[in-house]
């Protein structure tokens, strides 16, 4: 089985507290993705990246110093949303590090798929920029199906808890073989489902904790998983999809 999940925009560098174990599978596709982007303009960058003149003043930086080969930031620490948070991995115990290092995967629009102990610089780009490259239209062309690929040859389960923004870029292309497995997390309003964002965020984080803490090993056992007032609907949830409902089910 492995898990996947959405980068966040916010990072760090951490140099001190785990040590990287190796470079991103795809680190020579992400220096073709940092070339092109020094090639920009800074108008042109600050317009893909979306962000206000102080985002773009400490990205432009990052870019103009970006070395892939060199970095000293597990990307398990190097990302700082409230996914990430929820998931504490600066307190993991060393066996669920080597749980998620296992199956943990973090997709992202730079460096396309991360082991958590991959090397990463921060970077600032998301899976829907438009940035065309090898002469795709979009980051969504770039990977094709290099992502899915990947993820077939290492499992025969995937437990999706990305958002749909980065899960698109890896489901169309899985083979048939390989389950995938959407986790919803929502509350019931008037007999319907609603998904709040940092309520998902949250939870996503947790689940991932989780299933760490209990070593989980195949998707069917994360309906087990209660915390932050979820609970698994099975009269909800199909062979594709485990819905948890926050509050009573």
Not at 15 to 22: I, M, N, Q, V, Y
Not at 94 to 113: A, K, N, P, T
Not at 169 to 186: E, M, N, Y
Request: proline share 5%.
């Amino acid at each position: 089985m492995r898990i996947i999940i959405s980068p966040a925009k916010k990072m760090r560098e951490d140099g001190d507290t785990l040590a990287p174990r190796g470079l991103p599978t795809f680190v020579e596709e992400a220096e073709r993705l940092r070339d092109a982007l020094r090639a920009m303009t800074a108008p042109e960058r600050q317009a893909l990246w979306r962000c206000n003149d102080a985002i773009a003043a400490v990205n432009e930086e990052r870019l103009a110093v970006m070395d892939l080969r060199g970095a000293q930031t597990p990307a398990i620490l190097a990302y700082e949303g409230i996914q990430y948070q929820y998931m504490a991995p600066g307190v993991f115990t060393r066996e669920e590090l080597d749980y998620v290092q296992e199956h943990l995967r973090i997709l992202s629009g730079f460096y396309g798929l991360l082991r958590p102990f991959d090397a990463v610089p921060p970077y600032r780009l998301e899976m829907q920029a438009r940035l065309s490259v090898d002469g795709g239209r979009d980051l969504y062309a770039f990977w094709g199906r290099k992502l899915a690929d990947r993820l077939a040859e290492e499992t025969d389960a995937v437990l999706d808890l990305a958002s749909k923004e980065y899960s698109r870029a890896v489901q169309p292309f899985l083979p048939s073989k390989v389950r995938w497995i959407t986790v919803v997390f929502g509350e019931e309003k008037e007999g319907k489902i609603v998904e709040k964002g940092t309520l998902c965020k949250m939870a996503r984080g947790r689940m991932v904790r989780w299933l760490a803490e209990n070593r989980i090993q195949r998707p069917e056992e994360a309906r087990a998983f209660g915390e932050l007032g979820y609970q698994f609907s099975p009269e909800r949830s199909g062979e594709g999809t485990y819905l948890f409902v926050k509050g009573d089910v």
